[in-house]
């Protein structure tokens, strides 16, 4: 699966990066089976062999068709393959959709007036990308002296199967302090939490949401999707699934 990506330069601004170690988990889903080895992750293999399953959907026409900010990808949804976002690239290496930047920025500055100091830890990550951290994760619990399948499991509660991240679109981004001995992670998540609709910001995952989402309580993970429809999101306490099957039909 290849996504194609023309990168637009931006490097003044105001997002450093500072360490953490969140990552989104996903829960289970239908289909074939992920096959981890000690080199690489291989694609399908009879469920019997290791018994964590990999999503096999396909984007339905209703997501397809859906405004670029509100496309929707979870267990359900895949990546759609032509999507092709055009990321700018932050003063810290990280990138993310020039269209949310002036927003991401706005957020940014205003929760530096408020005292706090936000930092962008994780945003755009490719196919690739988001296969090597599973792979990374894995390896990690085999070294712990998991066993193989405990290792699988575990390695999926906290990074999603490539194909089926958000952070694969560009629109998403993990927000922690950039210095945690001065401004705590938890002071920053809350003011975002309270203030990100007025950006076009929601907060993504939060726990009361993970029977929809199929995402664990993430304080950390906030997706873009417009000033109007993070408003009403906000307002009515939404997730985006529960947004996109009131006004587009789609359930979830």
């Not at 599973?134 to 509660?157: E, F």
Request: one cysteine or more; aromatic letters at 12%; a negative charge.
């Amino acid at each position: 699966m290849h996504f194609h990506r023309r990168i637009a330069l931006a490097l003044v601004t105001a997002l450093a990066l500072v360490p953490a170690a969140q990552a989104e988990g996903f829960q289970g889903a239908s289909g074939g089976v992920y096959s981890f080895s000690d080199s690489s992750v291989a694609a399908q293999q009879p469920a019997a062999q290791s018994g964590v399953e990999i999503p096999t959907a396909t984007l339905s026409p209703q997501v397809a068709a859906l405004p670029w900010n509100l496309m929707l990808v979870n267990r359900n949804n895949p990546v759609p393959g032509d999507w092709s976002p055009e990321l700018v690239m932050l003063d810290n290496g990280r990138q993310v959709d020039s269209r949310i930047l002036p927003d991401l920025q706005r957020m940014f500055d205003d929760c530096r007036k408020a005292g706090l100091n936000p930092t962008v830890y994780t945003a755009y990550r490719s196919y690739e990308d988001q296969k090597d951290m599973l792979v990374s994760k894995y390896r990690q619990y085999k070294n712990q002296g998991m066993s193989r399948t405990n290792a699988q499991i575990a390695a999926l509660k906290v990074a999603n199967y490539p194909g089926y991240s958000e952070h694969q679109l560009g629109l998403a981004v993990d927000i922690d302090s950039a210095d945690p001995t001065t401004c705590s992670n938890a002071s920053v998540w809350d003011w975002v939490k309270h203030h990100c609709h007025e950006y076009g910001f929601i907060w993504r995952y939060p726990k009361q949401k993970s029977d929809i989402t199929g995402i664990d309580n993430e304080d950390w993970h906030f997706r873009y999707v417009g000033v109007e429809a993070a408003t009403y999101m906000m307002t009515n306490y939404l997730c985006l699934e529960e947004y996109l099957q009131q006004f587009y039909g789609i359930p979830y």
